[in-house]
């Protein structure tokens, strides 16, 4: 989520922890589509992804990946619903809760991010991808409330230095 460099990149942390998740034998199958899916070639990737899910329909890592390949093409609904099955389907997997997190943020749903980030810390304590993008949306609903004071009292001097803060942290402006 990095407030610097944009939600996008965090969700493929997740990707290479769930990839801990499978087995030698199996990574045969995932290698092919992480690679069609960093060549950029979307439709046969996720026909890849559709071909291991007809005769392996639980595979939460093949379901990963499809979610994944749903963000990257702009399919954010999608990729939610993908996300928010596998966490029903296997609620002990942190990184589902952190993409969905990482995609509810980037609709400004930061409410909702910070419960999916929770959520993947309270499944994994020492996830430090979900502890940082906490960090991010908490600095976000604190802007939030910082703006809704402002409006509030625009007579307040002591916003000005804490927004001033955050708009060097949103635009990764070293501070001084």
């Known amino acids: 989520m990095h407030l ?3 939600f996008g990149r ?3 942390w997740g990707m290479l922890a769930l990839g801990l998740l499978a087995g030698a034998a199996q990574a045969d199958d995932y290698a092919p589509v992480t690679e069609l899916m960093r060549a950029g070639q979307w439709p046969q990737a996720m026909a890849r992804v559709q071909q291991h899910l007809a005769t392996k329909p639980r595979d939460p890592q093949m379901r990963f990946l499809k979610g ?3 963000q990257d093409t702009g399919k954010s609904q999608d990729a939610i619903a993908t996300y928010n099955q596998l966490i029903q389907d296997f609620p002990e997997l942190p ?3 952190n993409n969905v997190a990482v995609l509810y943020a980037a609709q400004g749903q930061y409410d909702r991010a910070r419960q999916a980030l929770e959520m993947a810390i309270r499944v994994n304590s020492q996830y430090a991808i979900a502890h940082e993008n906490l960090g991010d949306v908490y600095a976000r609903l604190a802007n939030q409330a910082y703006l809704q004071s402002q409006r509030l009292d625009a007579t307040s ?3 000005a230095p804490k927004l001033q803060l955050l708009r060097q942290l949103f635009s ?3 501070g001084r």
């Open 4 to 6: 610097c460099s944009g």
């Open 10 to 12: 965090l969700i493929r």
């Open 95 to 97: 990184e589902p809760y």
């Open 172 to 174: 990764g402006a070293p």
């Open 157 to 159: 001097t002591t916003l």
């Open 68 to 70: 994944l390949i749903e």
